[in-house]
T-cell receptor, first 110, second 114 residues
Framework: SQKIEQNSEALNIQEGKTATLTCNYTNYSPAYLQWYRQDPGRGPVFLLL?????KEKRKERLKVTFDTTLKQSLFHITASQPADSATYLC?????????FGTGTQLKVEL | DVKVTQSSRYLVKRTGEKVFLECVQD?????MFWYRQDPGLGLRLIYFSYDVKMKEKGDIPEGYSVSREKKERFSLILESASTNQTSMYLCASRTSGDFSYEQYFGPGTRLTVT
């Protein structure tokens, strides 16, 4: 069955550095990938979408890549700030449903 | 701004009770979804609806039912609550058309079944 995996270990980085989160998928060829941010006790908030025919997408300090050969998406936050600390979820879709990863917790330290 | 609201933030129910979770969106979205989120398992789709009175099973529909009588409202029903249904329940909505459109989530309802 289709599977989407994110690193379950928290990522700790220093303020100002670039955070890179990984999303891998198997047994599926998604038409697009989405990235969401989730703060504790709250619902996810959409950040970015990248389609299968796009290699890279940017929005302010955020960048997403999509490698269909490696079956992987990378999510980058440049010049990270403590306010970026949250859990980041990736989700893949190809129809009217999304399949979510379990998320990676990012902690940005001063 | 899109607003998705859920009827309760926290709910405690007893085993065997019938539980109703309500979700309302104010953006005239055709599609609405119910997920549950558990540690280590991520968000899993329970049911979704693409129109009034229309519904489709998601990945884990057992023990749940849904109702969509009005476009803006989507209800999740636990027919006979069990302790393994203790979870965070999240409602989401999305516009129709291209399936890639983002989903807008409510704040979630943390349900505890004792």
């Amino acid at each position: 069955s289709q599977k989407i995996e994110q690193n379950s270990e928290a990522l700790n980085i220093q303020e100002g550095k670039t955070a890179t989160l990984t999303c891998n998928y198997t047994n599926y060829s998604p038409a697009y990938l989405q990235w969401y941010r989730q703060d504790p006790g709250r619902g996810p908030v959409f950040l970015l979408l990248i389609r299968e025919n796009e290699k890279e997408k940017r929005k302010e300090r955020l960048k997403v890549t999509f490698d269909t050969t490696l079956k992987q998406s990378l999510f980058h936050i440049t010049a990270s700030q403590p306010a970026d600390s949250a859990t980041y979820l990736c989700a893949m879709g190809g129809g009217n449903k999304l399949t979510f990863g379990t998320g990676t917790q990012l902690k940005v330290e001063l | 701004d899109v607003k998705v609201t859920q009827s309760s933030r926290y709910l405690v129910k007893r085993t065997g009770e019938k539980v109703f979770l309500e979700c309302v969106q104010d953006m005239d979205h055709e599609n609405m979804f119910w997920y549950r989120q558990d540690p280590g398992l991520g968000l899993r789709l329970i049911y979704f609806s693409y129109d009034v009175k229309m519904k489709e099973k998601g990945d884990i529909p057992e023990g749940y039912s849904v109702s969509r009588e009005k476009k803006e409202r989507f209800s999740l029903i636990l027919e006979s609550a069990s302790t393994n249904q203790t979870s965070m329940y999240l409602c989401a909505s999305r516009t129709s058309g291209d399936f890639s459109y983002e989903q807008y989530f409510g704040p979630g309802t943390r349900l505890t079944v004792t």
